[in-house]
């Protein structure tokens, strides 16, 4: 099993000052399933990180990937049509490429457990595998 990452939890494990912080970094921490991040995410984790901390927290999560702590998911051709699809079928939500990429992702690979703090989007949008994504970590 795999913890589908989206961008918001990796940056709030990186930023103490995000009010999420603790609770991704001990969802990061105490998860044992493999942490799969889609590549555009690693695009969307590195503007946030290196315009809001620089580039240290950044530069470790590539160590993390370096070490096959994180693993990156590249786009499929397949992908890019479900993502498509995803946004226009949702486009009243203004479903972005990255989070229609993240469930495109999740889809695929058959996997519900997505680490978001996106409940607007990941709440809404039914993937084609499931009645509904497990969004983790749990608000407070």
Same mark, same amino acid.
């Given at each position: $099993?795999?913890? +589908? =990452?989206?961008?918001?939890?990796?940056?709030?494990? $990186?930023?103490?000052?995000? *009010?999420?912080?603790?609770? =991704?970094?001990?969802?990061?921490?105490?998860?044992? *399933?493999?942490?799969? &991040?889609?590549?555009?995410? &690693?695009?969307? #984790?590195?503007?946030?990180?290196?315009? @809001?901390?620089?580039?240290?927290?950044?530069?470790? %999560?590539?160590?993390?990937? #370096?070490? !096959?702590? &994180?693993? +990156? *998911?590249?786009?499929?051709?397949?992908?890019?049509?479900?993502? @498509?699809? #995803? =946004?226009?079928?949702? !486009?009243?939500?203004?479903?972005? %490429?990255?989070?229609? !990429?993240? $469930?495109? +992702?999740?889809?695929? #690979?058959?996997?519900?457990?997505?680490?978001?703090?996106?409940? @607007?989007? %990941?709440?809404?949008?039914?993937?084609?595998?499931?009645?509904?994504?497990?969004?983790?970590?749990?608000? @407070?």
């Amino acid at each position: $099993m795999a913890l +589908i =990452c989206d961008t918001g939890p990796l940056y709030a494990a $990186m930023d103490r000052k995000d *009010e999420a912080h603790l609770r =991704c970094q001990e969802l990061f921490d105490a998860t044992e *399933e493999r942490l799969l &991040v889609p590549a555009p995410v &690693v695009v969307e #984790l590195e503007w946030l990180a290196t315009s @809001r901390l620089g580039p240290k927290p950044f530069d470790l %999560f590539l160590g993390d990937v #370096l070490d !096959a702590v &994180v693993e +990156i *998911e590249p786009l499929t051709h397949a992908d890019y049509a479900r993502v @498509r699809a #995803l =946004c226009a079928t949702y !486009a009243d939500l203004h479903l972005g %490429f990255v989070d229609a !990429a993240v $469930m495109a +992702i999740a889809e695929r #690979l058959g996997q519900t457990r997505v680490a978001t703090l996106d409940r @607007r989007h %990941f709440g809404t949008v039914k993937p084609s595998h499931a009645r509904r994504f497990t969004l983790v970590p749990q608000p @407070r």
